[in-house]
């Protein structure tokens, strides 16, 4: 994790690193006074512009000021924090442990506020007196980075974006230029077909990938709606594979359908979004392998879809975060540029089965591919 750096004040020219080791010295001389040195010392820390806390040996809150108390915090003055793989911070490696033991530490972390939002926060740890003190050992102070962080991810976004579009729109023109050779020699020729069946599927592609922009867009105002209609879903998984095995690289779907009754009342284009992105997903992650299975249980009450690759696999530790925003699978052709993408695909499948009433889930064992399986109600 990188350092942070912090700015600088407008007064002075004093910076705001300068000034939290500032304060731990004052701390260091105030912490083993009387009584009326945390009245001083309180002053101290409502004068900070970041959210402060001292800790004591333990780890334990023994004083904090407003800009602290204002984060979503447990009954014992902490709250969860992740690393930049999306992992919970383990206990004692948390800020507050750390300058329990007396250390000294910049960090960045991110926690999930009380609406729901991902804020990522600088963090410096200080010690403030000698360990064998049996006061205030520590002090941590949290400084908000998600502004700097959304400007960051806006540019990681749209780099993404250029990158995702760019492999289709090149495969069509090398497609359409196939096709329009052919076409000056044999209209009817396997060449020519074989163009225009691609040119359709990455068309479609390319559609699905824009939707999923729109739809993004959508789940983070909380405006995502589905418009329910009689949907086959024998025909929509059967479109789906079309698409996708059309795809440049992809291997052969093997399709199985077991029960009779093929409708589902859904929203069509998104269901088939759903599809066309585990699929693609497969494709990316089972790349050199000879096939992907796709299962399509008609159960009286549900409609289950599985789809399986025999790709390497998901590591364990990232089977938990599979379905976040952004988040994408380290050890999943990590080393392929062409399996590298927004991590927006199955965070929007997830949405979309929700909002149909449905869930989805995934397993998978290194070494032996993955399987997500998609579980619908009918009505």
Not at 17 to 44: H, K, M, W, Y
Not at 60 to 79: E, H, I, K, Q, W
Request: hydrophobic share 40%; charged share 25%.
């Amino acid at each position: 994790m990188e350092s942070v750096q912090w700015d600088t004040f407008a007064h002075g020219g004093q910076s705001r690193g300068d000034n939290i080791i500032s304060f731990s010295g004052q701390a260091r001389r105030l912490a083993c006074r009387t009584p009326r040195a945390t009245g001083e010392l309180s002053a101290v820390l409502e004068s900070l512009d970041q959210a402060t806390v001292l800790v004591d040996a333990s780890g334990t809150s023994v004083l904090r000021n407003s800009a602290y108390a204002s984060l979503p915090l447990d009954p014992d003055g902490r709250f969860e924090l992740f690393d930049d793989d999306g992992r919970l911070v383990p206990y004692e490696q948390s800020p507050w442990q750390r300058a329990a033991r007396g250390e000294s530490a910049d960090l960045e972390v991110a926690a999930i506020d009380p609406e729901g939002r991902y804020r990522l926060y600088g963090v410096r740890v200080r010690p403030i007196v000698s360990r064998d003190a049996d006061r205030a050992v520590g002090v941590v102070t949290f400084r908000d980075l998600s502004e700097r962080h959304a400007g960051q991810l806006e540019e990681r976004s749209v780099a993404l974006i250029g990158h995702e579009l760019r492999a289709p729109l090149t495969s069509l023109q090398g497609y359409a230029e196939l096709l329009a050779l052919h076409l000056e020699d044999d209209l009817n020729s396997s060449e020519a077909q074989v163009a225009a069946t691609r040119i359709l599927s990455l068309t479609r592609r390319l559609g699905t990938m824009v939707q999923n922009l729109f739809d993004l867009a959508r789940i983070s105002s909380g405006a995502l709606q589905v418009a329910r209609q009689p949907v086959d879903m024998c025909s929509l998984v059967i479109e789906a594979v079309e698409v996708v095995e059309a795809l440049p690289g992809a291997p052969c779907i093997h399709v199985n359908a077991t029960g009779d009754d093929p409708i589902l009342n859904g929203d069509e284009q998104r269901l088939g979004a759903v599809l066309i992105n585990l699929l693609t997903n497969a494709v990316k992650h089972g790349a050199g392998t000879d096939r992907i299975d796709v299962r399509l249980l008609l159960e009286a009450a549900h409609v289950t879809i599985e789809v399986e690759d025999f790709g390497p696999g998901i590591p364990p530790d990232d089977l938990p975060h599979i379905f976040n925003r952004y988040h994408q699978a380290r050890g999943r052709n990590a080393n392929d540029a062409a399996a590298s993408g927004l991590g927006l695909g199955l965070f929007i499948v997830q949405q979309i089965v929700s909002a149909h009433g449905g869930r989805v889930d995934v397993v998978s064992k290194l070494g032996s591919g993955a399987r997500f399986t998609v579980c619908l109600p009918r009505t």
